[in-house]
């Protein structure tokens, strides 16, 4: 994991924290008829005994995090033949990820529901639908569609942010490793290039293989049965014979 993708993490999770702290509530309407509605975002621990969490829309909250975080990762982890990560311009990245996600929210905007199949008109989500569907005829639910391109624009000001100041970073180790170069003598530098071409180039060590699992493994040696139990005679009775007889 690198550095921008750690970066995007952190910042997919600050996201998933906020939407747990602040999730979508549903109303609980006392007259009859009505059906019940959103109601807005409200701290967690303020309504949860009140009010029923919008479980659907908290999900689609976070698997639209999750799908942009799993993108960026998939971009963010492409390699050179180096094995570093190559240079990108992080401003036209940012840029095209928020011009997919402001036409993904535009092409499935919120709509409110049918009114007339209420008895009163109250307004509020219903659901989210194809713009140019069957269900366009309805009304946008403005409040929401706000709120989502304004998510979606904070989040790729924090990224940009947070991209140039490690890109920054980059630039600023370069400077002073640059600086370090100017000022060694031609023969130290030449020194340390060949070092560092020698472990580039030096192939990677090999695995040490436990004692007992590697294709050398030692096998114990069988225990070797002595000529006198091989051949079924008792040492003590024959020391004894020969005790005996000595005496």
Excluded at 67 to 86: C, E, F, H, S
Excluded at 130 to 138: K, P, T
Excluded at 141 to 155: A, G, K
Aim: hydrophobic share 45%; net charge positive.
């Amino acid at each position: 994991m690198n550095k921008y993708q750690r970066l995007v993490v952190v910042t997919a999770l600050i996201n998933a924290l906020v939407m747990v702290l602040f999730p979508p509530f549903t109303s609980q309407p006392l007259v009859k008829g009505v059906l019940p509605g959103f109601d807005g975002f409200f701290p967690l621990f303020s309504q949860l005994g009140s009010k029923p969490v919008f479980t659907e829309l908290l999900t689609l909250q976070l698997m639209f995090v999750g799908i942009n975080t799993l993108i960026a990762w998939l971009v963010l982890q492409d390699k050179n033949d180096r094995g570093a990560n190559p240079e990108f311009r992080f401003a036209q990245a940012i840029g095209g990820f928020v011009a997919v996600n402001l036409a993904v929210i535009v092409v499935f905007p919120p709509f409110e529901p049918y009114q007339s199949l209420l008895r009163y008109d109250t307004g509020g989500f219903d659901s989210f639908y194809f713009i140019f569907g069957s269900r366009s005829r309805r009304t946008i639910y403005w409040p929401l569609l706000y709120l989502e391109c304004m998510i979606v624009v904070i989040n790729a000001l924090v990224l940009f942010l947070l991209f140039s100041a490690a890109h920054r970073g980059d630039n600023a180790l370069r400077r002073d490793l640059a600086q370090l170069a100017a000022a060694l003598p031609d023969d130290a530098v030449a020194r340390i290039a060949e070092e560092i071409r020698h472990q580039i180039n030096a192939p990677p060590p090999q695995a040490v293989a436990a004692l007992g699992r590697g294709a050398d493994r030692r096998r114990a040696r069988p225990t070797r049965v002595s000529k006198e139990r091989r051949s079924g005679k008792d040492r003590r009775e024959q020391n004894a014979r020969e005790a005996g007889g000595g005496s």
